[in-house]
């Protein structure tokens, strides 16, 4: 263990993580800490339930970091096509990324996979130190460096302090940083199921009157599956005996794909929608679930946290590069400029989908099914829509860029 890290990043999840490799091999010195473990654990055959729909833009950001080749060589499920539809209604939105001239339109990716494969990555790297089964039990700042204690009484100072350590992030409460949100009157069930009709490399999402129901394709016909629902019946569904399970869930996804064969375990996960009210202060810079949950009905929260942490790193170099100290707030705001605005308006807007969704029967749900009929009917409107869901919309961080052109 060193005493002084240019850069000490608290939480190794993927967004963490990530942020690590896009460091390695740079003259920062960079110190990863997890109060759980940041050592990559082999990878079992079975299928993690916990899965992320990638965008393109992710996915070039895997690329700059090198690890997208070993992702493909385990296992990353494509889909080019995404068919959304209310179940009451019927009215149903069709997206296909040959309409943009896009042969893919993400890929669903298991989340241990990309976290093995990014700290394996870390592992390599000659200016990196891990810490496992650690956490900070409090920072002061002073000037252009961040004093912490650890929760083993160690004490280190670095010139940043990122937190990447989760939606009840400990850097986030260590640095006074207020978030606004709400709790979702839902919980997600997760799990991997069998299909017997082919998923056509489609992603599917109907809505129910309580929420949404995805299956996302995985290899082998299999699916990965998330049915948010109000927390009781999330919690009653996976208590359910496993045939009546699989019978409900058909029906409750009209049989598109057929039967349906339960074949892991049953997760459930309250969802939030929470946000910092500021990104960065003197010396701390908030990344990944830190800093914004949103609904995960379009898949998009690891997403925006993969933005965060390779606009964060861009700041960091270039600040350097100019002589700067990486932890000055001054610094810092562009970042916060950078990623705020945007994440703020994929969040609200996926809460609004979220509400329309969800809506009760009267008037406005007419007017939900007429307007969702005629965006299918727009072409123009789908493709901007695809565009923003690729994650390549506006200043694109140099590693993204980078990987885009090494296509
Ligand atoms: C059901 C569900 C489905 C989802 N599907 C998608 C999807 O398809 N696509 C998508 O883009 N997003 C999706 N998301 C969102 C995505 O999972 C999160 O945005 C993502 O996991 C956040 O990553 P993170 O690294 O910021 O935080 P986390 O994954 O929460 O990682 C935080 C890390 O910090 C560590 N940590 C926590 N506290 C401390 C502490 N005090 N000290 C040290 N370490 C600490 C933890 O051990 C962990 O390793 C989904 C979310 C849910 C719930």
């Known amino acids: ?9 608290i939480g190794g999840g993927m967004v963490g993580a990530s942020m690590a490799v896009a460091l390695s091999d740079t003259s920062m010195r960079v110190l990863l800490l997890d109060s759980s473990v940041c050592s990559p654990a082999p990878l079992p055959e079975d299928y993690d339930i916990r899965v992320s729909a990638i965008s393109v833009a992710s996915k070039y950001y895997f690329q700059s970091l090198g690890i997208w080749s070993g992702l493909q060589d385990f296992r990353v499920s494509p889909y080019q096509q995404m068919h959304i539809w209310e179940k009451q209604s019927g009215s149903a939105i069709h997206f296909d990324g040959a309409q943009i001239g896009e042969d893919v339109l993400g890929y669903i990716i298991e989340n241990r996979a990309i976290q093995y494969y990014l700290l394996e990555k870390a592992r390599r790297s000659g200016n990196i130190d891990f810490f496992d089964s650690l956490s900070i039990e409090s920072c002061a700042v002073r000037d252009d460096r961040v004093k912490l204690t650890l929760t083993d009484d160690s004490r280190i100072t670095c010139g940043l302090l990122v937190g990447a350590d989760g939606n009840r992030s400990k850097v986030r409460s260590l640095a006074g940083i207020d978030t606004k949100g709400w709790k979702y009157d839902q919980s997600a069930l997760v799990a991997t199921v069998g299909t017997e009709l082919p998923h056509d490399d489609t992603a599917w999402q109907c809505f129910l009157p309580d929420g949404p129901l995805a299956f996302l394709p995985l290899a082998d016909n299999m699916c990965s599956i998330v049915w948010s629902a109000k927390h009781h019946q999330a919690q009653e569904l996976a208590g359910l005996p496993e045939d009546i399970f699989e019978r409900q869930l058909a029906e409750a996804f009209d049989f598109r794909l057929g039967s349906i064969k339960l074949c892991s375990e049953r997760g459930v996960f309250p969802l939030q929608l929470q946000y910092a009210r500021q990104y960065v202060k003197q010396g701390v810079a908030l990344i990944g679930d830190a800093a914004h949950s949103i609904h995960p009905l379009a898949g998009q929260g690891v997403n925006l946290g993969l933005l965060d942490s390779a606009s964060l790193v861009d700041v960091i170099l270039e600040g350097a590069r100019q002589g700067k100290p990486i932890g000055s707030v001054a610094l810092l705001r562009r970042y916060e400029r950078w990623r705020k605005g945007d994440n703020l308006g994929v969040m609200f807007l996926m809460d609004a989908f979220k509400r329309m969704f969800t809506t009760e029967p009267g008037p406005l749900k007419s007017a939900r099914n007429a307007g969702i009929e005629l965006v299918n009917s727009i072409n123009p409107i789908k493709d901007m829509i695809m565009k923003g869901a690729s994650g390549l919309r ?14």
């Open 394 to 407: 506006g200043e694109l961080p140099t590693m993204i860029r980078d990987g885009k052109l090494a296509e």
């Open 1 to 9: 263990m060193r005493d002084y890290y240019d850069i000490a990043i």
